[in-house]
C-alpha cells in the first residue's frame, strides 16, 4: 500500500523522472533512491554512478566550494524539479466545522430541545385552551391577547443559542489563528548556514533547495538529507530515524549519507543537499502515513511538520509539571522504538503531577458542578410539585386529556428554569478565562521576549520557587574580549603591543588561534559605524581571534593558506574533552598539532613551555602549581575565564596512530594563557535582586572555572558577601551527593542543594542530577518548581526534566530549542523575569474571573432557585440569564484576563501548591457582595411595586407580557453585575479598585459595551428579552443601586480577615487528594493511555472544544478521574512521545475509543475526536 501510495503522491513529479531535459543530470527519484542507502554501498553508489561527491555536484550545477549562485531563476527551477523543503499543512478548520463543534455542547443541546417543545406546543392550539377547567394554565393568557406571541420565548432561547454557539466558534476561530501566525513565526525563525555564491549566510530552512551547499555543526538539526562533502569528527543522532540511541559517525568516505531531523551531536562539515521536503526521509516517512484517503487526516495528527523536523522520542518522556502542555512547534514523530516507549509512558502516568493551577480549578469546578446539578434538580421537582399539588390536590382538578398540552407547556416552562440554573451555576466561563488569559499571555511575553512553545509553561513560571542559569550569554553579554595574558614567562595585565613578543611565539601564536578554531567564527566589522565589531560563531573563539587582530595580525590570511579541507585532522570540541585539537601537514611532511581549552585541562597535559625568547623549556608539575596559583587563579578571581592555548609536533613517519587520542593529547608545549573576559549584562544584577524579593533562588550552573564563576555571582549579586551559601565544582558536588557504590542519593542531594549558588565546571549531567535532586527533594513541604536555562545539546535532559526548560534564542542549538518550553529570543535573563510575572499574572487574572463569576453564579442561583419555589417563575427569565452567563462568561473572561501584569506582583512570594485557589478575602468578597446583591433583589422582588408604585411582576400566568417589576429585577442585577466587574480587579483587598483600569483598553471598552448592549435590551428588548422599556428615573434608580456595589466594596474590604475564621478556602490541594487521583490514575491506566493519545491527536490546534465544559454530564465525566482534566481543559499534551501516533492507527481497540469518544455524553473528553 505503502509504494502504491507512493508512486501515486509522485505522480506529479513523473515529469522530472522521465527525462533529464530539466538541465540536471540526475532525477527526484534518482536522487531519492540513493537516499536510501546507507555506509559503504552509498559510498560505492555514488563512486561509481556519479563519479564521487566532486561529479555529484556537477550533476546538480553546484560548486562543492562555491555553492549556488543563488540566481532567483535557478532557484526557483530546483523547487519546481526537486521540491520545496517543507511539508503542507493541514488545512485549517472552517468556521463552520468549529460552529458544529460548538453547537456538541450538552447544556445548549438541552436548552435547544427545551426550546423546539417550547416553540412547538406554542403553535399547537388545544381544544381546551378557553375553558375553565384547565384551572390557572391559560388564565391571563387570551385576555391579553398574547397567546400568538407564545413563540417568541422559545425562539430568543434559540437565538441566545445561537449567539452563544458563535462566539465559541469565533474565539476557536482567533485561536486557531493565532496558532498558527506563532507556527509560521518558530518555523522563520530556525535559519541554517547555505554556502552560497561563496559567502556563507543563514536562510530560512523553508528556503533550502537540493544542490545547496549546508554547513553544518556541533548542535544542528538538519534540515534535509545530503551527502556528506567533508567532515571534522562529525558524530550524527539518528535515534528519531531509526530508534538506534549509539551516535553515528559519519565520514565522507566511509558513511556520507545525512538524513534531515537527525541532530548533529559532535563535529562540523559540509553536505550537499540532496533531498529536501516530502521528498527527504523523513518527508517519506510523513506521507506514508498519510496513506490513502487519511492522508490529511493523519498529516495533522503529525502537526505541521516543516523543515521534516523530527524528534528523539526515546529522551521525550517527559513528565511535566503541567501534564498539559501544548506542542507549540512542529510535532514530531518516530518510528523506532515504539514498545519500550509504551512501558516508559505506563509508568510514567502514574506519576503525574498537574500543574498547580489545574490541579486546583479541576478541584473547583467538580465542586461548583456538584452543587449546580443539585440545585438545578431541587428546583424543578418544587416547581412540578408546587403546581401539581396547587392544581390537582389543593384545587382538586381532574387531568383532563384537552389540558395535556397546556400542563406539558408548564412543565417545559419549568424545565427551561431548571435548564437555566443549571447554565447558571457551572462556570463553564473558566475554561475560557484560562484560555483567554494564557493565550493572551503568550502573545505579550513574545514582546518580552520569551517564545512561548508549551502553553501551560507560561502558568507554571508564576510558581517557580528556583531558577538553574547558565553564566556565559544569559547572565553575561557573551561578548569576549581578551584582556590579559600570559606569553614568554610574562603576565601582562593588558593587551601586550606585538613587538614585545618573541617573532616565532608570535608566529606560532597566530597560527594555533586562526586555525585551530571552527572557521566558521568570524569577527565582522561593525554594523554601525562607532559600533563594536560583531562576532559571528563561538564567542571565546572570537575572543581569541581578537587577541589575534588586537596583536596586528590577520587571522584570514593564514586561513586563506590553509582552507578547511587542508586540515588533516581536528578533535572537535565536546564536554568530555573540554578541548579542541587541529592537525596540520607541514610542508616538509611532518605534522603539527595546535590545541586550544580550559587552562587547568591543558596545562596537565603540557610538557615544555615557550619562554620570553620563543624557545621551550621544561615544564614541571612544581612549574604548572605555580602558575596556577600567581597567574590562573589571580585572573580568574576577577571573572575571566582563562583559556590555554598549546601546540606539538609529530613526525610523519611512521605516521602517528590518530585515533588514540591519550597518546596524542600528551606532551605538549605550552604557548600563552589567555584571560578573556565576558562582561555582567547591565541588567542583571538588578532582575537577580527581584527573583530574591519574589522568593525565588536563583543558582548559576557553568562549565567555568570556580573562581571565574564565583567572581562573576558576586558581581551578579548571586551570591552576598556574608551569606551562608556552597559554591562548588562538579567534582565536589559528586563527591557530595553519591556513596561508595557511586549511585546518587537524594538525601545526600538534600544536603547540599538548599544552600548551593554556584556550581562550577559542571557536566551536563550534574545540572540534570541537580535539577531532579531538587524536584525530587521532599525537605520543604512546597515541592519546589525548578526553571533550567540551556542552550548546548546536551542541556536536552536538565531543559526536559525541569519544570520549565528556558533555551537560547541566539546562541542556543536546535537540539535545546526541542527540548525547552520557552525560548528566550533575546537571550537575556531578565526576560526569565519577565516570564515570572506573566506567569503570576495568569494566576492572579484567573483569580479575579473567579471572584467575579462566582458571586454571579451563587446569586443567579439563589434568585433563580427561590424566586422559582415562592412565585414559581423565576425573576430572572431563561433569555435574560443566558445574557448574564453570556456578560460574566465570555466578556468578563476577556476583560480579567487581559490585565496587564505589574512589578507589584514580584514582590510577592510564590503560591504554593497547597494555598487555597480562592483566598479567605476573595471568599469574603464573593460572600460579601452576594448578601447586597441578594438583600436588593429579594426587596425589589418582594416590594418593588409598592417602592416603584407599579404593578407586581409575581405570579403571571403563562405568556402573559413582560412586567416593568421584573425588567426592574433584571437590569438592577445587571448593573450590580458591571460594577462588581470593576471591584474583581483586585483580589488581595486592594482599596483602589480603579488603579491602572486605562492600561486596560480591553477591560474599559467591554464595561462600556455591556453598559450600552443592557440599555438596547431594556429598552427594545420587549418580549424576547421578557422587558419592558424603564423611564429615566427607574434607569437612576438601577444605575444607583449598582454604584453601591463599590460602596458596599469598600464597607467589605474594612471587615479584617481574622474576623472571618470560617472562611476556608475553595479549591485546596491537599495531600490526601493527590493520592486519591494517583490511585484512580493506576486503575483508569489503559483508558488514559488511550484517550492522551486521542486528545493529543487532533490538538494540535490550540484547545480545541475548550471553551465550554458546560454541564455536569461533562463536569462529572471529565472530572471524575481527576486526571483527564487536562484533556477537558487544556485539551493538549506534550508529557510523553507522540510516537504511538504512528502505531496502533487502526487497532481495533482504537476504534472502539474513538467512537466512544465521539459520542454525545464525552463531548469535554473530546469534542474533535478526530476519527
Known amino acids: ?150 413563540w417568541i420565548e422559545g425562539a430568543a432561547i434559540l437565538l441566545s443559542v445561537v449567539c452563544v454557539v458563535l462566539v465559541t466558534a469565533f474565539n476557536d476561530w482567533s485561536k486557531e489563528k493565532q496558532f498558527r501566525g506563532l507556527q509560521s513565526r518558530i518555523e522563520q525563525e530556525q535559519k541554517f548556514q547555505v554556502v552560497r555564491g561563496g559567502q556563507v549566510i543563514q536562510l530560512p530552512v523553508s528556503d533550502i533547495v537540493v544542490g545547496d551547499i549546508a554547513q553544518i555543526k556541533y548542535g544542528d538539526l538538519l534540515p534535509a538529507d545530503g551527502v556528506l562533502i567533508q567532515g571534522n569528527d562529525l558524530k550524527i543522532d539518528e535515534s528519531s530515524l531509526t530508534g538506534e540511541s549509539d551516535h553515528v559517525r559519519k565520514a565522507a568516505d566511509k558513511d556520507p549519507m545525512l538524513l534531515s531531523g537527525t541532530h548533529v551531536m559532535e563535529g562540523s562539515g559540509r553536505m550537499v543537499v540532496m533531498a529536501v521536503g516530502v521528498n527527504s526521509q523523513t518527508g517519506i516517512i510523513f506521507t506514508l502515513l498519510g496513506a490513502g484517503g487519511e492522508e490529511e487526516e493523519k498529516k495533522e495528527k503529525k502537526g505541521k511538520m516543516q523543515d521534516g523536523n523530527m524528534e528523539n522520542n526515546q529522551t521525550k518522556v517527559k513528565k511535566q509539571d503541567g501534564a498539559a502542555a501544548m506542542e507549540m512547534q512542529p510535532l514530531k514523530s518516530a518510528e523506532g522504538g515504539e514498545t519500550d516507549e509504551k512501558e ?237 585539537s587541529t592537525v596540520i601537514k607541514l610542508p616538509d611532511g611532518n605534522f603539527r598539532m595546535y590545541s586550544k581549552g580550559a587552562s587547568e585541562i591543558i596545562l596537565k597535559k603540557c610538557a615544555l613551555i615557550l619562554n620570553e625568547v620563543g624557545e621551550t623549556r621544561v615544564f614541571r608539575p612544581r612549574d604548572r602549581d605555580e602558575m596556577v596559583k600567581k597567574i590562573i587563579e589571580p585572573m580568574a578571581c576577577n571573572g575571566l575565564r582563562t583559556i590555554c592555548v598549546a601546540y606539538r609536533d609529530f613526525s610523519g613517519d611512521p605516521e602517528p596512530n590518530w585515533e588514540d587520542e591519550n597518546n596524542i593529547l600528551t606532551d605538549l608545549t605550552a604557548i600563552c594563557v589567555v584571560g578573556i573576559e565576558d562582561p555582567v549584562r547591565p541588567e542583571v544584577p538588578d532582575a537577580i535582586l527581584k527573583c530574591q524579593r519574589a522568593g525565588i533562588t536563583v543558582r548559576m550552573v557553568t562549565g567555568d572555572n570556580i573562581n571565574t564563576a564565583r567572581a562573576i555571582a558576586i558581581k551578579c549579586g548571586i551570591i552576598q558577601p556574608g551569606e551562608d551559601f556552597l559554591c562548588i565544582d562538579g567534582k565536589e558536588f559528586n563527591r557530595r551527593i553519591r556513596n561508595e557504590k557511586g549511585e546518587v542519593e537524594q538525601e545526600r542531594i538534600d544536603k547540599v542543594w538548599p544552600k548551593l549558588r554556584v556550581l562550577a565546571r559542571s557536566s551536563p549531567t550534574d545540572k540534570h542530577t541537580l535539577v531532579k535532586g531538587i524536584i525530587d527533594s521532599t525537605l520543604v513541604e512546597q515541592r519546589q518548581v525548578v526553571a533550567v536555562t540551556g542552550d548546548g545539546t546536551n542541556d536536552g535532559p536538565a531543559l526536559k526534566k525541569a519544570d520549565v526548560g528556558f533555551a537560547m534564542g541566539i546562541a542556543g542549538t536546535d537540539v535545546a530549542k526541542e527540548a525547552s518550553d520557552i525560548i528566550l529570543t533575546d537571550d537575556n535573563f531578565s526576560s526569565i523575569v519577565k516570564a515570572v510575572m506573566w506567569g503570576r499574572n495568569v494566576y492572579d487574572s484567573i483569580s479575579k474571573f473567579l471572584q467575579f463569576q462566582l458571586t454571579v453564579n451563587v446569586v ?274 506534550s508529557t510523553t512521545s507522540q510516537n504511538q501516533d504512528v502505531t496502533n492507527v487502526s487497532s481495533p481497540s482504537h476504534m472502539s475509543l474513538c467512537n466512544a469518544l465521539s459520542s454525545p455524553t464525552s463531548t469535554a473528553a473530546a469534542p474533535s475526536g478526530q476519527c
Open 860 to 1133: 443567579a442561583v439563589i434568585v433563580a432557585f427561590t424566586g422559582a419555589c415562592i412565585t414559581q417563575d423565576s425573576p430572572l427569565k431563561a433569555v435574560q440569564m443566558l445574557w448574564v452567563n453570556l456578560i460574566m462568561d465570555t466578556f468578563a473572561s476577556l476583560a480579567l484576563a487581559t490585565e496587564p501584569p505589574t512589578e507589584s506582583l514580584l514582590m510577592r512570594k510564590p503560591y504554593g501548591r497547597n494555598k487555597p485557589l480562592i483566598s479567605s478575602t476573595m471568599t469574603k468578597n464573593i460572600l460579601g457582595h452576594g448578601v447586597y446583591q441578594l438583600t436588593i433583589i429579594f426587596t425589589l422582588l418582594f416590594a418593588g411595586e409598592q417602592i416603584f408604585d407599579i404593578d407586581s411582576g409575581r405570579h403571571a400566568p403563562l405568556h402573559s407580557p413582560p412586567s416593568e417589576h421584573y425588567t426592574i429585577i433584571f437590569n438592577t442585577f445587571v448593573m450590580m453585575q458591571l460594577f462588581n466587574e470593576i471591584n474583581a480587579r483586585k483580589i488581595h483587598g486592594e482599596r483602589n479598585v480603579f488603579e491602572g483600569i486605562f492600561r486596560n483598553p480591553i477591560f474599559c471598552s467591554i464595561v462600556l459595551g455591556t453598559f450600552a448592549i443592557q440599555i438596547v435590551i431594556i429598552q427594545f428588548g420587549g418580549k424576547p428579552f421578557s422587558c419592558s422599556p424603564l423611564d429615566l428615573e427607574k434607569w437612576m434608580w438601577c444605575v444607583f443601586l449598582g454604584l453601591g456595589e463599590l460602596v458596599w466594596g469598600q464597607v467589605i474590604s474594612t471587615i479584617p480577615n481574622s474576623k472571618l475564621r470560617f472562611l476556608k478556602g475553595a479549591g485546596r490541594l491537599t495531600q490526601k487528594h493527590e493520592m486519591t487521583a494517583e490511585e484512580e490514575m493506576n486503575e483508569d491506566q489503559e483508558e488514559i493511555d488511550y484517550t492522551e493519545r486521542e486528545l493529543r491527536r487532533g490538538q494540535i490546534l490550540w484547545f480545541r472544544g475548550l471553551n465550554r465544559i458546560q454541564t455536569q454530564i461533562d463536569v462529572v465525566n471529565t472530572f471524575k478521574s481527576g486526571t483527564s482534566f487536562q484533556g477537558a481543559l487544556r485539551r493538549q499534551s
Open 344 to 580: 516508559k509512558k505506563k509508568a510514567n502516568v502514574s506519576k503525574k503531577e498537574k500543574s498547580v493551577l489545574q490541579g486546583k480549578l479541576t478541584k473547583l469546578a467538580v465542586q461548583i458542578g456538584k452543587a449546580g446539578l443539585v440545585m438545578s434538580a431541587i428546583t424543578v421537582i418544587i416547581l412540578v410539585l408546587y403546581f401539581a399539588i396547587d392544581n390537582f390536590v389543593l384545587q382538586k382538578r381532574p387531568w383532563l386529556p384537552e389540558c395535556t398540552p397546556v400542563y406539558i407547556q408548564y412543565f417545559v416552562k419549568f424545565f427551561i428554569i431548571g435548564v437555566t440554573v443549571l447554565v447558571v451555576a457551572v462556570p463553564e466561563g473558566l475554561p475560557l478565562a484560562v484560555t483567554i488569559s494564557l493565550a493572551y499571555s503568550v502573545k505579550k511575553m513574545m514582546k518580552d521576549n520569551n517564545l512561548v512553545r508549551h502553553l501551560d509553561a507560561c502558568e507554571t513560571m508564576g510558581n517557580a520557587t528556583a531558577i538553574c542559569s547558565d553564566k556565559t550569554g544569559t547572565l553575561t553579554t557573551n561578548r569576549m574580549t581578551a584582556v590579559q595574558c600570559f606569553v614568554g614567562d610574562f603576565h601582562y595585565k593588558t593587551i601586550p603591543e606585538p613587538s614585545s613578543i618573541p617573532a616565532r611565539t608570535l608566529e606560532i601564536l597566530v597560527n594555533a588561534i586562526s586555525l585551530n578554531s571552527a572557521y566558521t567564527t568570524k569577527i565582522l566589522p561593525a554594523d554601525k559605524e562607532g559600533g563594536l565589531p560583531k562576532q559571528v560563531g563561538n564567542k571565546t573563539e572570537c575572543g581569541l581571534l581578537g587577541l589575534v587582530l588586537d596583536l596586528k595580525r590577520d587571522y584570514q590570511t593564514v586561513r586563506n593558506q590553509i582552507p578547511e579541507e587542508k586540515l588533516y585532522k581536528v578533535y572537535t570540541f565536546n564536554s568530555s574533552r573540554k578541548s579542541m
Open 1 to 150: 500500500m505503502g509504494d502504491l501510495t507512493n508512486s501515486d503522491f509522485y505522480t506529479k513529479n513523473q515529469r522530472s523522472d522521465s527525462n533529464h531535459a530539466s538541465g540536471f543530470g540526475c532525477s527526484l527519484m534518482e536522487l531519492r533512491s540513493l537516499m536510501e542507502l546507507r555506509g559503504t554501498e552509498a559510498v560505492v553508489k555514488i563512486q561509481e554512478d556519479y563519479g564521487g561527491v566532486e561529479g555529484m555536484c556537477q550533476r546538480l550545477n553546484t560548486s562543492p566550494t562555491e555553492g549556488l549562485t543563488g540566481d532567483a531563476t535557478d532557484l526557483d527551477k530546483r523547487k519546481e524539479v526537486f521540491g520545496q523543503n517543507l511539508i503542507p499543512p493541514k488545512k485549517p478548520k472552517t468556521f463552520l466545522q468549529l460552529v458544529w463543534e460548538a453547537l456538541q455542547d450538552v447544556t445548549l443541546i438541552i436548552l435547544e430541545i427545551a426550546a423546539i417543545i417550547s416553540l412547538g406546543l406554542s403553535f399547537y392550539q388545544p381544544p381546551g385552551e378557553g375553558s375553565e377547567s384547565c384551572g390557572t394554565a391559560a388564565a391571563g393568557a387570551e385576555d391579553e391577547g398574547e397567546a400568538e406571541a407564545g
